[in-house]
């Protein structure tokens, strides 16, 4: 189907390539897409949870990215069919999802989110992700289940412990590893340099990598050692520099 734009997060991952998503927070200029064009992105990851962005707002990054060739994947705020429903027939090719425990919170995302029979997602129709030509469901829909990720969230205890259960929902696209939320629920905030730090996160990554599930990994942008090491244990995604840091730090840098 010529008419989909390429999930290039998805194609990335299964080729193997490695991949820095753009983190949009504060973001709300369209100008920001094309820049991050001009500057080599390919991904941009839009915070839905730790910022004001409106939906309206979500959207429009959405469909402007689609445009320039930039796939965009969003982070919800919490597991609402309401609000997921929204992201996804607003351009988004993936979400992100928070504050997962259970198997349970897992399948209702899937639920939520994928098309009959994958799931229960309300039917619609002339999707950003065709360029809103009008598509048979019967060719849209399937096409759309297997070009949407769904991405939990590792960041609780719970789903550390529960996580040997969620590697094998069909459904599951990646998961997406919250370090600093990680480390304060292990009780060692920020400190990834802390042996049960690294002993969970090596324990993930194995799980992962035993059940073929890929992952991606945020928190860690500033610590160049720690993406070199996760990388060689076959990492191929990370969240990169927030915005609102690349506006202090150039505005910082001017000033001087």
């Known amino acids: 189907m010529d008419k989909l734009f390429v999930n290039k997060l998805l194609k990335n991952i299964q080729t193997g390539k490695r991949t820095i998503s753009l983190n949009l927070k504060i973001t709300r200029t369209m100008d920001v897409i094309p820049m991050a064009k001009t500057a080599g992105y390919e991904t941009i990851f839009i915070d839905g949870e730790h910022s004001s962005l409106s939906t309206e707002t979500i959207n429009d990054l959405c469909v402007t990215a689609l445009g320039y060739g930039i796939t965009p994947i969003v982070r919800v705020p919490a597991k ?18 928070p504050h997962i425990k259970t198997v349970e919170d897992v399948v209702e995302v899937i639920n939520a989110s994928k098309f009959w029979p994958l799931g229960e997602r309300s039917a619609s129709g002339g999707f950003p992700q065709f360029q809103y030509e009008s598509i048979p469901a019967s060719t849209a829909y399937p096409l759309l289940n297997e070009n949407t990720m769904i991405i939990p969230m590792i960041e609780t205890l719970e789903s550390v412990e529960n996580l040997e ?8 696209d990646a998961l997406l590893i919250g370090s600093s939320d990680l480390s304060c629920v292990l ?7 802390s042996q049960k730090y690294i002993s969970t996160m090596d324990y993930i ?8 599930v890929e992952i991606g990994i945020g928190g860690i942008q500033n610590h160049p050692a720690l993406i070199e090491k996760y990388t060689k ?3 191929k995604w990370y969240l990169g520099d ?13 000033f001087k």
């Open 80 to 97: 609402n069919a309401a609000f997921i429903t929204k992201i996804l027939d607003g351009g988004a090719f993936g979400i992100v999802v």
């Open 165 to 172: 259960k969620i590697v094998k929902i069909k459904g599951v």
């Open 187 to 193: 009780g060692v905030p920020l400190d990834f340099s």
């Open 205 to 212: 990554l194995r799980v992962c990598k035993e059940n073929n």
């Open 233 to 235: 244990q076959g990492v």
């Open 242 to 254: 927030q915005d609102k840091s690349v506006f202090l730090n150039g505005l910082q840098k001017s």
